[in-house]
């Protein structure tokens, strides 16, 4: 069975700061990749997705990430954090091929604080 | 561009009376659409999943239940509301399985439902 893991519940960074949220996935086949970012009382904003070809996908409000299919991590980073990037980011593995429904598999969330 | 609408934002209900959650998507046909719920601090939890008008999937035994009446909307329901019910709601679709868009999902900015 599927699942993802994310070590860190919580995070807090200095804002200017680097941050790198970690995500561990176990997976049966291929999958795509996905980083969520939920902001209190809203729904989730698509950040970047990892499909194929370069391991290293940039997406939205600076932030990146890297594939490791060796060691099956899909680690998010940002190399200067601002305030408002105080939020709860999720990390989701989902099917490569289509399959009826299309559904993720969601981590349970890192938390991330940005002290001034 | 396609876009997703939930109602009511914010709910209060007292425990054992009836519950009735919408979702609509604009911009698209044939979507897959989801109904996730979120306790406090807690990550997702995927409970119904329709890839078609009355195609519905549970993916945990409760208390709700879930229709699609139109091709665009999702309804999320209970006959009784229990306490364990409160929580935030969000509904998500992603292409169907001939369109594009099929592999990621887009979220709607959620439900809070508070059971009394």
């Known amino acids: 069975a599927q699942s993802v893991t994310q070590p860190d519940i919580h995070i807090t960074v200095s804002e200017g700061a680097s941050l790198e949220l970690r995500c561990n996935y176990s997976?049966?086949?291929?999958?795509?990749l996905f980083w969520y970012v939920q902001s209190p009382g809203q729904g989730l904003q698509l950040l970047l997705k990892?499909?194929?070809?370069?391991?290293l996908v940039q997406g939205i409000k600076g932030f990146e990430a890297e594939f490791k299919r060796s060691q099956s991590s899909f680690n998010l980073r940002k190399p200067s954090v601002h305030w408002s990037d105080a939020a709860e980011y999720f990390c989701?593995?989902?099917?490569?091929?289509?399959?009826?429904?299309?559904?993720?598999?969601f981590g349970g969330g890192t938390r991330v604080l940005v002290k001034p | 561009s396609q876009t997703i609408h939930q109602w009511p934002a914010t709910l209060v209900q007292p425990v054992g009376s009836p519950l009735s959650l919408e979702c609509t998507v604009e911009?698209?046909?044939?979507?897959?659409l989801y109904w996730y719920r979120q306790a406090a601090g807690r990550g997702l939890q995927l409970l119904f999943y329709?890839?078609?008008?009355?195609?519905i999937s549970s993916e945990v035994p409760q208390n709700l239940s879930a229709s699609r009446p139109q091709d665009r909307q999702f309804i999320l329901s209970s006959k009784k509301l229990l306490l364990s019910d409160s929580g935030f709601y969000l509904c998500?679709?992603?292409?169907?399985?001939?369109?594009?868009?099929?592999?990621?999902?887009?979220f709607g900015p959620g439900t809070r439902l508070t059971v009394l």
């Open positions: 998500a679709w992603s292409g169907g399985k001939e369109g594009s868009s099929y592999n990621e999902q887009f």
């Open positions: 997976y049966g086949a291929t999958p795509y």
């Open positions: 990892y499909f194929s070809g370069d391991t």
């Open positions: 989701a593995v989902g099917p490569s091929i289509k399959a009826a429904g299309n559904k993720l598999t």
């Open positions: 911009g698209t046909s044939n979507p897959n």
């Open positions: 329709s890839v078609g008008i009355g195609q």
